[in-house]
C-alpha cells in the first residue's frame, strides 16, 4: 500500500502529460471517482452501505475497487469489530484532496449530459 504522504509514482513520459495519466490512471477506473465521491458526500462508510449507494456494481468490483484506491493511498480500512466482522471505509487526506476534481467532473456532467430519450431507452 503506498503511504498517503509519498508521490505517487509516474510512469509516463512528457512532463504536460505525465500528471494527467498519473490522475487518470488512479481515478480512471469506472468505479474510482464514484466510489471517492460517495465517501467525500457521506463521510465513512461500511461495505454494504458503499455498495447500497453504488447503483449497478458487484461486490467483486467493490472489493476490488476499494483495496485498489487502498493500495493509492486515497482510502483506508478500518475494522470496526470482529464478531460480527464490520469495515470501514474513510478517505486519507490524499483522497479528500480529489474533491475539487470530483465536484468538476459531477458539473461538467450536469452541463454536458442529458437523460436518454424513451427510443434510445429501448434501444439499449
Not at 80 to 95: A, H, M, W
Amino acid at each position: 500500500m503506498t503511504d498517503a504522504s509519498e508521490p505517487l509514482e509516474v510512469w509516463c513520459a512528457g512532463e504536460e502529460w505525465c500528471p494527467i495519466t498519473t490522475t487518470a490512471s488512479v481515478i480512471g477506473k469506472k468505479w474510482h471517482p464514484v466510489l471517492v465521491h460517495r465517501l467525500l458526500e457521506h463521510g465513512p462508510s461500511g461495505f454494504n452501505e458503499l455498495k447500497e449507494s453504488v447503483d449497478g456494481i458487484s461486490s467483486k468490483v467493490l472489493s476490488d475497487s476499494l483495496e485498489d484506491l487502498q493500495e493509492h493511498g486515497l482510502v483506508d480500512r478500518e475494522v470496526i469489530s470482529e464478531q460480527p466482522f464490520r469495515v470501514q471505509y474513510s478517505l486519507t487526506e490524499r483522497g479528500s484532496s480529489l474533491e475539487a476534481v470530483i465536484d468538476a467532473m459531477a458539473e461538467w456532467g450536469k452541463a454536458h449530459l442529458t437523460e436518454p430519450s424513451d427510443d434510445a431507452a429501448q434501444q439499449a
